[in-house]
T-cell receptor, first 116, second 114 residues
Framework: AQTVTQSQPEMSVQEAETVTLSCTYD???????LFWYKQPPSRQMILVIR??????QNATENRFSVNFQKAAKSFSLKISDSQLGDAAMYFC?????????????FGKGTKLTVNP | EAGVVQSPRYKIIEKKQPVAFWCNPI?????LYWYLQNLGQGPELLIR????????DSQLPKDRFSAERLKGVDSTLKIQPAELGDSAVYLC????????????FGPGTRLTVL
């Protein structure tokens, strides 16, 4: 079974600074998808960024980028120019690319605080 | 476009009572998911529907939990009887229907069992 580990229960960053959230995963599959979701206090989970395992290029979405290291099974999220609205729980998630296994496997999350 | 709608947002019940949660997915989304999120944890899948068929319910505690998705649209998740350990947030998500599709989450229902 696949597992996702987020080793940082909490992180803090100053507004306008850069922060990196860590995620490692375990799988025997070669093709899969990795995600970072943001969950603000209102609890609505929002997709931040997605990475396909077969793509070597790291995904980027505006101020959010990932460092995907397939051999190391590492998938970190970098938030640049942090804003107060970035404060939330961040969950790393894995999904198999095999049809019939569309469930997301989540880590325990990292609580990000942004200090003004 | 309206998002995933869930109700109620909050529910407080006594143990051994029944409780039901309702989810209305995004229009046109064939796949619907129910996740359980315990405090301080990431969500865990309870059940996944493809249209009206439950295609993955391996994590659903079938002795007390049940779910249905009539007509392949709205879905209801029920617990009977509720136990103290069922206190959690119950999230519903939907996606258009393929492996590569993004899952869109609702705001969740926070259940407290006293």
């Amino acid at each position: 079974a696949q597992t996702v580990t987020q080793s940082q229960p909490e992180m803090s960053v100053q507004e306008a600074e850069t922060v990196t959230l860590s995620c490692t995963y375990d799988t025997s599959e070669s093709d899969y998808y990795l995600f970072w979701y943001k969950q603000p206090p209102s609890r609505q989970m929002i997709l931040v960024i997605r990475q396909e395992a077969y793509k070597q290029q790291n995904a980027t979405e505006n101020r959010f980028s990932v460092n995907f290291q397939k051999a190391a099974k590492s998938f970190s999220l970098k938030i640049s120019d942090s804003q107060l609205g970035d404060a939330a729980m961040y969950f790393c998630a894995y999904r198999s690319a095999w049809g019939g296994s569309e469930k997301l496997v989540f880590g325990k999350g990292t609580k990000l605080t942004v200090n003004p | 476009e309206a998002g995933v709608v869930q109700s109620p947002r909050y529910k407080i019940i006594e143990k051994k009572q029944p409780v039901a949660f309702w989810c209305n997915p995004i229009s046109g989304h064939n796949t619907l998911y129910w996740y359980l999120q315990n405090l301080g944890q990431g969500p865990e899948l309870l059940i996944r529907y493809e249209n009206e068929e439950a295609v993955d319910d391996s994590q659903l505690p079938k002795d007390r939990f049940s779910a249905e998705r009539l007509k392949g649209v709205d879905s209801t998740l029920k617990i009977q009887p509720a136990e103290l350990g069922d206190s959690a947030v119950y999230l519903c998500a939907s996606s258009p229907g393929t492996v590569v599709d993004e899952q869109f989450f609702g705001p969740g229902t926070r259940l407290t069992v006293l």
